[in-house]
């Protein structure tokens, strides 16, 4: 293929004496002198290339070859060597320029995606540059799970897949939204608007892209399973959720029996047996206190969950952390939107076609949904985790001077506030394209079910540990990947004074449950929390978790009839790690 496009472009430029590969990366300038052959029949290259003193540099197509010399010898006579070929020409540069004029009205705002005028601005890192290499999402398809898909505004349209896509609110085939709900048709946009002459461009302006309308009516278990699985085994890839659970601090909620098997099965059977990429929200609820690991949704390690990141360089105000964070990209909540599709004219969030005005964990989600597909084009073998290796390796720290930042037992750092960084879609597509798959199925090590009776009380200000010597999976001969940790306890005082903190042999530490406003619900009945801030580590050693009882508001002055806050009694307790045995140790 590579000659073929070599040979194409020689066509071309006989005469120009330049080969140009468009849109490979050059680097540094060649310090070599290189002659192109057209050697006699029967001639030997390797032969001629020696006796002229020379390195061969390979064949072009068949009867053309590249001779090779230091630079400085450019200048040593040819004549010999034009005797003995029956073509030749010297090869130098010439200028050329990449063909992106990208007309789209709203690109110059696309600051998120370009980093604005000045390039400085957050940005998810040379996306243009991938779309002129021909990577561009096609071949994937996006399924955006929400409030339905306008496929007929012309951003959308020639990407739409109408066989992948599903009113499933209103049991139809046609996800067309209401003329309120705008919320899918510009997350949709973010991930895979066209780049035309309308609106802006998606990240993946050529993956496909599908509706699956979940978020009209009334939703329940089984509308979110059959949205969540919906022809994952037949060309949906990637599941974008821009939505979950009220971000109000006060809820643990996550997916419904059904709809945890419908994500399970498709994990499992998924492309092909990949697996389905889950990318979800975060979620808006840092003003409550809200933490990732409160949704059950963002905090499955099926899903990639993902945070907002300001054109001030810090996370935006309502986006909330969490160990179970992965990345945060570009956002609202600086001075700065989101530009996306909107409904079509006087409909949807905007009077014109276009909105500048998206954001929140609702544009970050689709815009790393763009990030994957990019990723499966060019590795589509990808399975589930490894999409979560790739797009943590492509992350770069942000704000590093925040003291959020930690580095684990496998100097990885990670922060709540910025789960691994900001994506690189260059660097993901880069290491994609190589990327060897982890073993699968996952190797797990777990505690088992500590039940604790009577149950462990916990009186305020006091914290009690609770410890796991996992005796298997040493560093260096085994990555742990997810750890998930399920807990029941009692609060009556509310759970908001439940703080729960893990921390792994390396003496990285995680913060599962932070003090709230959530001064009702009492019960935590085996929630699951997750963390990825131990990715790398090993398992083997003394996992400690802290549970401690604490007064969220200090100083406040509390009814003296209930005496304050109550203990907190903690009934059961279970860690397990998730990760592999690293080929070659065993
Ligand atoms: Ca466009
Ligand atoms: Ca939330
Ligand atoms: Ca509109």
């Given at each position: 293929m590579k000659v073929l496009l070599l040979w194409l472009i020689l066509l071309f430029t006989v005469g120009r004496g330049w080969i140009f590969v468009p849109?490979?990366?050059?680097?540094?300038?060649?310090k070599v002198h290189t002659i192109a052959i057209r050697i006699r029949?029967?001639?030997n290259p390797r032969d001629l290339a020696k006796r002229h003193g020379f390195r061969y540099g390979g064949q072009?197509?068949?009867g053309y070859h590249l001779l090779e010399r230091p630079?400085?010898?450019?200048?040593?006579?040819l004549d010999k060597l034009s005797e003995e070929v029956e073509w030749m020409q010297e090869q130098t540069p010439l200028v050329r320029v990449k063909?992106?004029?990208?007309?789209?009205?709203l690109w110059s705002q696309q600051w998120n995606l370009h980093g604005g005028s000045s390039g400085h601005?957050?940005?998810?890192?040379h996306v243009q540059e991938l779309w002129d290499r021909?990577?561009?999402?096609?071949g994937t398809t996006i399924a955006v799970v929400d409030?339905?898909?306008?496929?007929?505004h012309p951003d959308i349209a020639p990407n739409y897949r109408p066989a992948q896509s599903r009113d499933v609110s209103y049991g139809r085939d046609d996800p067309m939204p209401h003329n309120r709900d705008s919320h899918g048709t510009a997350a949709a946009g973010v991930a895979a608007a066209r780049q035309?002459?309308?609106?802006g461009v998606g990240v993946a302006p050529r993956a496909g892209l599908a509706g699956l309308r979940i978020l009209a009516g009334y939703p329940t278990d089984s509308t979110e399973a059959i949205g969540e699985s919906y022809k994952c085994d037949q060309g949906n890839d990637i599941f974008s959720n821009s939505w979950g659970p009220?971000?109000?601090?006060r809820h643990l909620e996550g997916p419904g029996h059904v709809t945890a098997e419908a994500m399970r099965y498709c994990i499992e059977r998924g492309r092909g047996g990949h697996g389905a990429i889950y990318v979800w929200a975060?979620?808006?609820g840092r003003h409550y206190?809200?933490?990732?690991?409160?949704?059950g949704y963002a905090n499955s390690r099926f899903t990639i969950a993902v945070g907002a990141f300001t054109d001030q360089y810090?996370?935006?105000?309502?986006s909330e952390p969490g160990a179970a964070l992965l990345c945060v990209v570009p956002s609202s909540g600086g001075t700065r939107h989101i530009v996306s599709t909107d409904l079509?004219?006087?409909?949807?969030?905007?009077?014109?076609?276009?909105?500048?005005?998206f954001g929140g964990t609702s544009a970050a989600c689709p815009t790393v949904a763009g990030i994957v597909a990019l990723m499966l084009q060019v590795n589509?073998?990808?399975g589930w985790r490894d999409v979560q290796h790739v797009l943590i390796h492509s992350c770069n720290r942000t704000?590093?001077?925040?003291?959020?930042w930690t580095q684990n037992g496998a100097n990885l750092w990670h922060s709540h506030?910025?789960?691994?960084g900001i994506p690189d879609a260059r660097r993901a597509v880069s290491i994609a394209r190589t990327w060897r798959n982890v073993p699968r199925p996952a190797t797990i090590y777990s505690s088992g079910k500590k039940d604790l009776n009577p149950s462990l009380s916990i009186p305020v200000g006091d914290e009690k540990a609770l410890f796991w010597d996992?005796?298997?999976?040493?560093k260096d001969s085994f990555f742990v990947e997810h750890v998930e940790v399920t807990i029941s306890l009692y609060a009556s005082s509310g759970r908001g004074v439940v703080q729960v903190v893990l921390c792994s042999p390396s003496g990285m530490c995680s913060i599962l449950a932070r003090a709230t406003n959530d001064d009702q619900a009492t019960d935590i009945s085996d929630w699951t929390y997750m963390s990825?801030?131990?990715?790398?580590?090993?398992?083997?050693g003394q996992w400690k978790l802290r549970v401690r009882t604490v007064?969220?508001?200090?100083g406040k002055k509390r009814n003296p009839r209930n005496g304050g806050i109550r203990p907190v009694y903690l009934h059961s307790w279970e860690i397990r790690t998730h990760g592999y045995r690293i080929p070659g140790t065993y």
């Open positions: 849109n490979v990366d050059r680097g540094p300038e060649r029949d029967g001639g072009v197509v068949p630079i400085e010898h450019r200048n040593h006579s063909r992106s004029n990208i007309a789209d009205p601005l957050p940005n998810v890192g021909g990577v561009d999402g096609r409030d339905g898909l306008q496929h007929t035309n002459n309308v609106c009220i971000d109000d601090g975060g979620g808006n206190g809200d933490d990732v690991n409160n949704d810090r996370y935006a105000d309502y079509l004219g006087s409909a949807g969030a905007s009077h014109t076609d276009c909105t500048r005005s589509n073998r990808l704000d590093i001077r925040s003291e959020s506030d910025y789960g691994f996992c005796p298997a999976g040493a990825l801030r131990h990715w790398g580590e090993g398992s083997r007064d969220p508001e200090p």
